[in-house]
């Protein structure tokens, strides 16, 4: 199945040349798509240079700076426009390691709608974190997991494989929200799709090169996002009680 993977970018100059090349060497076959928002840093040039020397990269250039979520929604569609069976999500700040990737490939070539790099099956780890943040990551897993009935233990998790089949279902162009919120709505709607889902582990490391996108203003959103999508099952359960169903 051809696969594409997805890698927004701002301000990655110090990782996209070790990014590119591993992807390169453990996925030959797939196509890596970088969406680049203006970065200053000349990432984008990077990327179309490894393109050059390697082949199958290609580099969407995006205007400005506009969020995590705008950036995945515009690459998967490209990808999809393009081809692409399968479309994975990865950071481009090394935290996941390029090696898991054909595992990924193959949980969604052999049947699932969603492939999870998860930090918190048996088996994932997080690396490096300060405590106050692995605390917050878990804990707020823990709560839209609970919140929203989703039987998935990473639910904000960025490493990710997709079926395109399961990405059109969902209407992924409508998701709206950004950063954590965006992961914990795409996986809202394919849970309650009824999407196979299964949850890989993996060794998460933090970025060692380049500024951090965590901020507490992420943090806050995908909470108020929990709330927001809860109202809306509770409205809907209501009003199908309502009429009989």
Not at 34 to 41: G, H, L, R, T
Not at 59 to 79: I, S
Not at 94 to 110: G, K, M, Q, T
Request: aromatic share 8%; glycine share 10%.
């Amino acid at each position: 199945m051809r696969a594409t993977v997805v890698v927004p970018t701002y301000n990655e100059a110090a990782n996209i040349d070790t990014l590119i090349r591993a992807i390169r060497r453990v996925l030959p076959t797939a196509l890596v798509l970088v969406v680049d928002d203006a970065s200053p840093d000349g990432t984008a040039d990077m990327a179309e240079e490894l393109g050059k020397e390697l082949g199958q990269v290609e580099v969407f250039r995006r205007p400005t700076k506009a969020g995590l979520g705008a950036a995945y929604r515009a690459g998967l569609r490209h990808a999809i426009s393009s081809g692409a069976e399968i479309c994975v999500q990865m950071d481009a700040d090394l935290s996941h390691d390029p090696d898991v990737l054909p595992a990924l490939v193959a949980i969604v070539e052999y049947g699932a709608d969603l492939a999870v790099g998860s930090r918190y099956v048996p088996g994932g780890i997080t690396l490096d974190w300060p405590r106050r943040r692995r605390w917050v990551s878990r804990w707020g897993n823990r709560y839209a997991a609970g919140v929203l009935g989703l039987a998935v233990n990473d639910v904000t998790a960025g490493y990710r494989a997709y079926a395109t089949s399961a990405l059109e279902k969902m209407r992924f162009d409508t998701v709206t929200a950004e950063g954590y919120g965006f992961q914990i709505e795409m996986m809202y709607r394919i849970v309650r799709l009824g999407g196979r889902v299964v949850e890989f582990p993996i060794t998460f490391r933090d970025r060692t090169e380049g500024e951090s996108k965590f901020s507490g203003s992420i943090v806050s959103e995908a909470f108020g996002l929990v709330v927001r999508l809860w109202l809306a099952d509770f409205g809907g359960r209501r009003r199908r009680r309502a009429l009989g169903g």
